[in-house]
């Protein structure tokens, strides 16, 4: 199976901020990578899917980049509505894996 | 606009049986590949089984195989998970969710609100 490290697991930022968070795949895939966000209580939301397109209605402070095994999350300035939990998820062989998570709080 | 709903959790006793619906509106249910992931406080999210358009192919992770069925009754909209010899590892918010995407390229675009199964005796 293909293991996702994502890091940190937790950060701390303030409204305003620029932040990013990484993703760490165990094999290459390619761009076979996905980023979701996720609110206590809710299900997930996709945000970008091959790694750098981003989901129809997403806000463009939203940014995907990378390919092979590294990549990464950037939100330009973080909005109050962003302190959420960030997975990411590979879909480039079966079993389809996410991260643990990082956990994006407020400062 | 796309809803997923599901339902059909609850409580379950282990080596006990339950089943999860999943009620799809707003797209052309049939044309899309579906799939359960659940989560749990302490693993995070992980993807359990996807099922094609038609229904003609379906896909396990390891920990349910030989135990959950998943399948979808295209005629209803509707999408099952069909869960036998329930174990206490099994506790968790069950989503089902939409697949889209072309070979490798394959993600959720949306998610159902989530049923929550617990397995307690």
């Known amino acids: 199976d293909i293991q996702m490290t994502q890091s940190p697991s937790s950060l701390s930022a303030s409204v305003g901020d620029r932040v990013t968070l990484t993703c760490r795949a165990s094999q290459i895939i390619t761009s076979y990578l996905n980023w979701y966000q996720q609110k206590p209580g809710k299900a997930p939301k996709l945000l970008i899917y091959a790694a750098s397109t981003l989901q129809s209605g997403v806000p463009s402070r939203f940014s995907g980049s990378g390919s092979g095994t590294d990549f990464t999350l950037t939100i330009s300035s973080l909005q109050p509505e962003d302190f959420a939990t960030y997975y990411c998820?590979?879909?480039?062989?079966?079993?389809?894996?996410f991260g643990q998570g990082t956990r994006l709080e407020i400062k | 606009e796309v809803q997923l709903v599901e339902s059909g959790g609850g409580l379950g006793q282990p080596g006990g049986s339950l089943r999860l619906s999943c009620a799809a509106s707003g797209f052309t249910f049939s044309s899309y590949a579906m799939s359960w992931v659940r989560q749990t406080p302490g693993k995070g999210l992980e993807w359990v089984s996807s099922?094609?358009?038609?229904?003609?192919?379906?896909y396990y992770a390891d920990p349910v195989m030989g135990r959950f069925t998943i399948s979808r009754d295209n005629s209803k909209n509707t999408l099952y998970l069909q869960i036998n010899t329930l174990r206490a590892e099994d506790t968790a918010v069950y989503y089902c969710?939409?697949?889209?995407?072309?070979?490798?390229?394959?993600?959720?675009?949306?998610w159902g609100q989530g049923s929550l199964v617990t397995v307690s005796s």
């Open positions: 998820q590979q879909s480039y062989s079966t079993p389809i894996t």
């Open positions: 099922i094609t358009g038609s229904g003609g192919s379906t």
């Open positions: 969710a939409k697949g889209t995407g072309g070979g490798s390229s394959y993600y959720f675009d949306y």
